[in-house]
């Protein structure tokens, strides 16, 4: 069965401390992984993608085929990072998003 | 990139009636999704809208509880039908843009739905 699991449901820290997000994925092909944010009051938008493998707001994201994980890290975290965050794999021919729990990160002073 | 919008933003309505959900987006796409996500919950896929088709629904969900439309290809429709506090939910449509190599989801604000 195709599944993303985010095991944390909050992250709490500290400014400045780094941050590592947690999503482990199950599929049976080739999975194309994202990372989305939901700020507070603001729409969902997308992050980044493994396949673009860029740093998006100092976030980064390695795709393990051996450990069929894709954790979202960032070394410094600030408060303005504090949102929800959702891991999604893409399915199928249409590319429907399969969504994780979410993760929200709270980043204090 | 695209805009999305949709209306309502939000409606509290009675159990038993139905709520049509409006989509309109600012560029043609071909395909356009609509989620739902329930209270601390993720979000979950209801169904694919191809515009000259017929919606394509997930596992769970059927055409007689959420009839879609898709007239054109900028606009798209979903219905609560039939409606009881457990469809209290937000609802988002998205639509998909760009190449294979860059395709990116871009979502709605969502509809929050309270069913009392």
């Known amino acids: 069965a195709q599944r993303v699991t985010q095991p944390e449901k909050l992250l709490s820290v500290f400014k400045g401390a780094p941050v590592e997000l947690k999503c482990n994925y199950s599929y049976s092909g080739s999975p194309e992984l994202f990372w989305y944010v939901q700020y507070s009051r603001q729409r969902l938008q997308l992050l980044l993608r493994h396949i673009s493998r860029e740093s998006i707001k100092g976030f980064t994201a390695d795709l393990n085929k051996g450990e069929t994980s894709f954790h979202l890290k960032k070394p410094f975290a600030q408060e303005e990072d504090s949102a929800m965050y959702y891991c999604?794999?893409?399915?199928?021919?249409?590319?429907?998003?399969?969504f994780g729990a979410g993760t929200r990160l709270a980043v204090h002073p | 990139s695209a805009v999305i919008s949709q209306k309502p933003s939000r409606d509290i309505c009675q159990r038993g009636t139905s709520l049509t959900i409006q989509c309109q987006v600012d560029?043609?796409?071909?395909?356009m999704f609509w989620y739902r996500q329930q209270p601390g919950q993720s979000l979950t896929l209801i169904a694919t809208?191809?515009?000259?088709?017929?919606?394509?629904?997930e596992s769970g969900f059927v055409i007689d509880k959420f009839p879609i439309s898709r007239p054109n290809l900028t606009f798209s429709t979903l219905t609560v039908s039939n409606m009881s506090p457990e469809d209290s939910s937000i609802y988002l449509c998205s639509v998909e843009v760009g190449d294979r190599a860059g395709n990116e989801q871009f979502f709605g604000p969502g509809t929050r739905l309270t069913v009392l």
């Open positions: 809208a191809n515009q000259g088709s017929e919606a394509t629904y």
């Open positions: 999604a794999l893409s399915s199928g021919g249409y590319n429907k998003l399969i």
């Open positions: 560029s043609q796409v071909t395909m």
